[in-house]
């Protein structure tokens, strides 16, 4: 059983950085496809980024282009999300989750491909 976990939400002012972190106990990332995404209570969840595991080749969605990035920490066995240049709208709590092989190129963003997900870290962004 895949159990995921994410850490590093918190309060940030705009034009700050977070950095997220998902890890995971008895299984190794670095076979999973891991996806971040985040959702604002009353809203659909949003994909937001996706590192695939076959070729760590990465997706992110237009609103945080330039702005996000992904990795990998295998060492760590985490995959992060790099928060830069934060906005009021980036607030949500933000979950990872498990696909396999590569993010799928049109599906990337739909949750319903992913098996295993985490219970969410909360970010604010607030002045």
């Known amino acids: 059983q895949v159990q995921l976990v994410e850490s590093g939400g918190g309060l940030v002012q705009p034009g700050g950085s977070l950095r997220l972190s998902c890890t995971a106990s008895?299984?190794?990332?670095?076979?999973?496809?891991i996806g971040w995404f985040r959702q604002v209570p009353g809203t659909e969840r949003e994909g937001v980024s996706c590192?695939?595991?076959?070729?760590?080749?990465?997706y992110y969605a237009d609103s945080v282009k330039g702005r996000f990035t992904i990795g990998r920490d295998n060492a760590k066995n985490t995959v992060y999300l790099q928060m830069n240049g934060l906005k009021p709208e980036d607030a949500a709590v933000y979950y990872c989750?498990?696909?396999?092989?590569?993010?799928?190129?049109?599906?990337?963003?739909?949750?319903?491909?992913?098996?295993?997900w985490g219970r969410g870290t909360q970010v604010t962004v607030s002045s």
């Open positions: 989750a498990t696909d396999i092989i590569r993010c799928r190129r049109s599906l990337w963003q739909d949750t319903r491909v992913y098996d295993h």
């Open positions: 590192i695939s595991s076959a070729d760590s080749s990465t």
């Open positions: 008895g299984v190794n990332l670095a076979n999973y496809v």
